[in-house]
């Protein structure tokens, strides 16, 4: 493993990954991941289907501009000016359903969170949520990396609101699956003893029964990550098992964020906490980046880098040769950084993709 230490950006299913591959270090190997900086997230889409469904409204890939989620809609500005919209709710064809059943909005498990809802334009919202993140976001607003302010009343009943209306939305989702037979183990209480004892019996084809062939898979990478004999490779958008599993080992189990999820990350009743446990929440902005919103995650990723608090930080940019796939890197280059800003609203194997390809 990589000693550099780093700070991650992710979606809460990627931050979840990472908080269970350091809580459990001794059965996944751990990461070099210091800092977790996790963006709010309603859904997400597949490329191929997102690629798929554009060109049927004759609209190429390469045609876009930039994607945003405004006041309900799914909106893709095009270079030639015009602009493409439709409501969220027909984004079904290209939206990835493993997130029916997930029900964290604003990534409870980072150190820091960011999303634009409850933030007037060009603005996004902070939830600093650990002592960590409050030195981070208290030395960038010192240091004038970004300008903060405290969220308006509006603001967070907003933010509140939304986040509710995932919560219940995919609370029924993940409820009638569960009635069916289709486990959400991800949902289940279980206590942090309970958890040992549950992943402690399992390996690969437990991870493929319980989380992959179940339509529950995140396509995180975190099972490809910390196997130590490389024996997961995701193929065709799906972790596949290339080699048979070392005696003993199950740190694809302990490390999945699909498997149990104790008591000891998830306190019982987090979900009637929409916003999640947090010490303060900001409106924010950074002048000196065009972001998605504010500009804000680039920004403290640059003060982390030039202040030495992290060697690496892991951005999500776009691969050179398919315009808006996803495409998770690590820099220890400001320029990098910069060039990364904005939202890539899909999913491939990011994530730890490229935390694997430096092991
Ligand atoms: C799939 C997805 C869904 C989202 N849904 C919501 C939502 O419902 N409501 C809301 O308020 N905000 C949502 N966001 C967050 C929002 O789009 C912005 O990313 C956030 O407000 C930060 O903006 P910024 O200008 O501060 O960040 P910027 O300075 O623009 O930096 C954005 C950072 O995000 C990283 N990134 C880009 N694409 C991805 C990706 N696919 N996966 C992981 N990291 C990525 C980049 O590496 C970059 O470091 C979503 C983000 C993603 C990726
Ligand atoms: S599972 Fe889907 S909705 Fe949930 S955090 Fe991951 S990408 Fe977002
Ligand atoms: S050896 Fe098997 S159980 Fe261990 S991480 Fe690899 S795939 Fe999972
Ligand atoms: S099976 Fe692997 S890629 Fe899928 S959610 Fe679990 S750890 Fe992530």
């Not at 390469?62 to 709710?89: H, M, S, T």
């Not at 984004?91 to 029916?100: G, W």
């Not at 980072?110 to 060009?122: E, F, H, L, T, W």
């Not at 183990?185 to 399992?202: A, V």
């Amino acid at each position: 493993m990589s000693n550099k230490k780093t700070a991650m950006v992710g979606t809460p299913c990627q931050i979840l990954a990472a908080t269970k591959i350091n809580r459990y270090e001794e059965k996944t190997g751990g990461s070099p991941i210091d800092v977790k900086i996790g963006l709010f997230c309603m859904e997400n889409f597949s490329y191929q289907y997102l690629k798929r469904y554009l060109k049927s409204r004759d609209i190429e890939l390469f045609e876009v501009k930039e994607f945003r989620i405004e006041k309900g809609q799914f909106v893709a500005y095009l270079i030639d000016g015009n602009v493409f919209r439709i409501p969220i709710a027909e984004t079904e064809p290209f939206t990835r359903k493993n997130c029916h059943i997930c029900t964290d909005y604003t990534s409870d498990v980072s150190d820091i969170s960011v999303g634009s809802v409850g933030s007037p334009k060009y603005h996004s919202t902070v939830i600093v949520r650990s002592q960590k993140g409050k030195q981070i976001i208290d030395a960038c607003i010192a240091e004038g990396y970004i300008e903060a302010e405290a969220i308006s009343r509006k603001g967070q009943d907003l933010l509140e609101k939304i986040a509710n209306q995932k919560i219940s939305k995919n609370t029924r989702i993940y409820k009638k699956r569960e009635a069916i037979g289709r486990p959400v183990l991800s949902k289940r209480q279980i206590s942090e003893e309970e958890f040992y004892d549950e992943c402690g019996k399992c390996q690969f084809d437990n991870l493929q029964n319980d989380v992959i062939s179940v339509g529950s898979c995140v396509l995180c990478g975190a099972c490809e990550y910390v196997c130590p004999i490389d024996a997961v490779q995701i193929n065709n958008r799906k972790p596949v098992s290339v080699k048979e599993c070392e005696e003993d080992c199950h740190a694809c189990y302990f490390a999945c964020p699909r498997t149990f999820i104790s008591d000891a990350i998830y306190p019982e009743g987090i979900d009637e906490q929409p916003l999640g446990e947090y010490l303060e929440i900001y409106s924010v902005k950074a002048d000196s980046i065009m972001g998605q919103d504010g500009g804000v995650v680039s920004a403290i990723l640059v003060y982390l880098l030039e202040n030495n608090i992290v060697d690496e930080v892991s951005v999500v940019g776009e691969d050179k040769d398919a315009p808006w796939r996803p495409e998770s890197y690590l820099t220890s280059k400001i320029q990098d950084v910069i060039k990364a800003a904005g939202t890539k609203y899909s999913t491939t194997t990011i994530g730890f993709k490229a935390l694997t390809n430096k092991k």
